[in-house]
């Protein structure tokens, strides 16, 4: 898959292992020499098990027209699949997924966050009512949530090999014990965006942020509370894998109601924070590593970015599953054993550049680009993990679940 082409940055391998700031280019950023592993890293920003769900029962499943009706309707995040550099909403991987099983998808850019988009359609799933959608692409504690509720349907993994290639850290995770219902996409890093060339001074702190007078009322923060809370509250010293109070957590999102009410803060988004990016409202942000690669792309513009804060960043993972409604679970299956063909993996990591999933996928990257598969932000290390303090957010219990939602919902103004 072409990458559309940037110019390199002499300075990006001191900036990488210094681990304080970025140059982000759609390649040339990622070059890091750090004998990279991403097994050991994943497994490092494990959360801790979720509850069990209580009052479990067999759900009976709609009858799968798969094998007379051959579609897959996908729902995704931006920015979040490999596309065509010179025509929009054209996928090149998944066109070669429709030649190759004869099965048409439909690929849409449907979720803004987690939150906005499980409210959007829990009831028709309550009701089991058809979302036309086959694949839902949903964050670890929502991923959770959905199964606990049993919104999702059971993946046939016999009729999936190349699901096999998942990096073994992640073939137990908490909320889903051995892969039953979900399959990572991709995995990332939240931290801080800016463009230098608008700003004063280099910003390596989330204080930073509140600080340089030219930030005022251009910063816009992500409405997933576990990345914007969680950076606020490592800044705090607040160690976000561990058993973190009430209090903890009120006292940094107390920091986001005074940012707001002083002027800091512009708007608190999900996916379409970009837009505020691109468009020049806003020039700096907490926001996802693998967004300010498109950014810097799509707007010509190499002075964007990517930090990974002095007092940490944070993990998270988000997972194709199957809604429990869906008539086309095995073209859903098809789609996903596809995707974890290590070929097909390394092309989506080349243009997506957030963490892969997939063994074997370094591999082929390497044979097609060295620099790009020694990126920490694709294949990262333990060591790398550790040195930044990339946290996973742990997992929360229902009780705890639904009072930090409702007090994180009151604040973003929903």
């Not at 094998?67 to 998944?94: F, H, M």
């Not at 099965?103 to 803004?112: M, R």
């Not at 990591?349 to 920490?376: F, H, I, R, T």
């Amino acid at each position: 898959m072409p990458r559309r082409p940037l110019p390199a940055d002499p300075m990006v391998r001191d900036l990488i292992r210094a681990a304080r700031r970025s140059s982000l280019s759609r390649r040339s950023m990622l070059t890091g020499g750090l004998g990279l592993s991403a097994t050991g890293a994943l497994a490092a920003c494990a959360p801790p098990p979720l509850p069990p769900a209580k009052g479990s029962s067999a759900v009976e499943l709609p009858k799968d027209v798969s094998a007379t009706d051959k579609v897959v309707r996908w729902a995704n995040w931006t920015a979040y699949l490999d596309e065509d550099d010179e025509i929009k909403g054209k996928y090149p991987s998944l066109e070669a997924f429709e030649q190759k099983t004869g099965i048409k998808a439909t690929y849409s850019v449907d979720i803004e966050d987690n939150d906005s988009y499980v409210n959007k359609v829990r009831p028709q799933l309550q009701a089991r009512q058809d979302i036309s959608r086959d694949i839902f692409t949903l964050t670890d504690w929502m991923a959770g949530r959905v199964i606990r509720d049993q919104l999702v349907q059971p993946l046939e993994l016999i009729r999936m090999p190349n699901c096999g290639n998942l990096l073994e850290a992640l073939k137990d995770v908490s909320f889903d014990p051995g892969r039953q219902y979900s399959m990572t996409w991709q995995s990332g890093f939240a931290g801080i965006g800016y463009d230098k060339s608008k700003v004063g001074k280099e910003i390596k702190t989330v204080d930073d942020l509140w600080s340089i007078p030219e930030l005022k009322g251009k910063i816009v923060v992500l409405s997933e509370m576990r990345d914007t809370v969680g950076l606020i509250m490592q800044q705090q010293g607040v160690d976000i894998s561990g058993q973190f109070t009430k209090a903890q957590f009120d006292t940094a999102v107390a920091e986001v109601e005074k940012r707001m009410a002083d002027g800091w803060i512009r708007r608190i988004k999900g996916n379409s924070y970009l837009e505020d990016l691109k468009g020049g409202n806003a020039i700096a942000g907490i926001v996802w590593s693998g967004d300010l690669f498109i950014l810097r792309a799509e707007t010509e513009n190499d002075n964007w970015e990517f930090v990974i804060p002095e007092s940490g960043g944070t993990l998270w993972s988000d997972n194709m599953m199957v809604p429990i409604t869906s008539t086309h679970r095995r073209n859903a299956q098809a789609l996903m054993n596809y995707y974890y063909d290590p070929e097909v993996a390394a092309q989506v990591a080349a243009w997506v550049n957030y963490v892969c999933p997939v063994q074997g996928a370094q591999e082929v990257m390497a044979k097609e680009d060295p620099e790009l598969a020694e990126s920490p932000l694709i294949f990262p290390t333990a060591e790398f993990i550790s040195k930044n303090n990339i946290q996973g957010f742990r997992a929360l219990t229902p009780q705890e679940d639904a009072e930090y939602s409702a007090t994180w919902e009151r604040v973003r103004g929903n």
